[in-house]
Structures are given as C-alpha cells and as structure tokens.
T-cell receptor
C-alpha cells in the first residue's frame, strides 16, 4: 500500500469554526489531491497540487483552501466550516500526473454541526 | 446528465457466479479509464486500468467500447471477498482531474 496517512481520521466541529485536515505521504510523489465523497455524488475534486507551492482548484473548491510547503504534506483548510461540508475527505497521490492512477489515503470523516 | 454514469445496484449474486457492470461516459474525447474498488467506509483502491484492446487480470476482465462510450468490468467465479462498490473512473482531455462515477455495489452471497 502507498504510504499515505491522513489526520485526523474523525472530527466533529461546529459551524463557523476553522478546520485543517492533513495529508502526509512517504512516496515522494509530485501530485497530491483532495477529494470529498458524498452519497450519490461520487468523489469530487476540491484542490490539487502539482508541486511544492503549486496548487490549483478543482470542481468544488468554494469554501476550501490548501497549502503545500513540503513535498510530503498537503493541507486542506475549511476557513469557516458549514454543515454542507460534512463529508468524507480523501487525499490522493500520483507519481506522474493527474491523468494517471491515483492512490488514496484512508480518509477523514468530518461532521459539522 | 452525469459525465460518468453507473447503475448503483446492488447486484446480489451467489458465490461462483459471473457478474458484469457497465459504465457510460459522456465525453467522446475521454482518454484514460480505470476501475477502482471501494470497501465500506474505506478508501478507493485501484483495481485495474482499462486499455483499448481490453485487458484481463485473473478473474477480472475490463473492456472499452469507444463507439458506444462505455466500459465494462466482468468478474468471473465471484468470491465473498469481491463484495464492494466498484467505481468507474474516466480521464478527459483538457480536464485537470479524473471523473469518478458514483459506483456500483456488489454483494456476493454464500
């Protein structure tokens, strides 16, 4: 299995609070991604990174920001959490580019009350 | 219309059965195709890539039909451990992301 960890694995927070999720990889892969998964929607891309300090928006980026200061870490921040951001968040990595197979972390289950 | 569509199932089959899933995609310029497997409350894991000529990996066979814009996954001799949700994934030219279907749930019964 690819060396990807996510923290925390579970979090319950209140509306309006900031939340930061962390993805850490030991594979030295260049590309990293944040997805959310909701029933009936499949996985949807929030943001992705194609190198240190290089990030771009995905299809559902509103309300989220990311940072990547080191190859191994990709942070997802919800500046002011809302109930619509209750979801399961997966981090993924890929070696060559975003068009090749991706390997996923174990996920973070976030509940916003 | 969703870009990648799958029958959500569930497909309930007995052990040893052969089962097939289809997935349709809307963009004729799509270039790469994958099947992922996702167990309940776990992360998706790559099952296999789908090549134009079709490909096989043990009991699993994937086919691509560009003319009709669908890909298929055939599982032979189903095992209890095959019970999972199978995600169809497509890469579109010019898109910055893979597009995931919502998944087809398979339940193999003893």
């Amino acid at each position: 299995d690819a060396g990807i960890t996510q923290s925390p694995r579970h979090k319950v927070t209140e509306t309006g609070t900031p939340v930061t999720l962390r993805c850490h990889q030991t594979e030295n892969h260049r590309y990293m991604y944040w997805y959310r998964q909701d029933p009936g929607h499949g996985l949807r891309l929030i943001h992705y990174s194609y190198g240190v300090k290089d990030t771009d928006k995905g299809e559902v980026s509103d309300g989220y920001s990311v940072s990547r200061s080191k190859t191994e870490d990709f942070l997802l921040t919800l500046e002011s959490a809302t109930s619509s951001q209750t979801s399961v968040y997966f981090c993924a990595i890929s070696e060559r580019d975003q068009y090749n197979e991706q390997f996923f972390g174990p996920g973070t289950r976030l509940t916003v009350l | 219309r969703k870009e990648v569509e799958q029958d959500p199932g569930p497909f309930n089959v007995p052990e040893g059965a052969t089962v097939a899933f289809n997935c349709t995609y809307s963009n004729s310029a799509s270039q790469s195709f994958f099947w992922y497997r996702q167990d309940c409350r776990k992360e998706p894991k790559l099952l296999m890539s789908v090549y134009s000529s079709g490909n096989e990996d043990g009991r699993f066979t994937a086919q691509l039909n560009r003319a009709s814009q669908y890909i298929s996954l055939l599982i032979r001799d189903s095992k209890l451990s095959d019970s999972a949700t199978y995600l169809c994934v497509v890469r579109d030219t010019g898109r910055r992301a893979l597009t995931f279907g919502s998944g087809t749930r398979l339940q193999v019964q003893p």
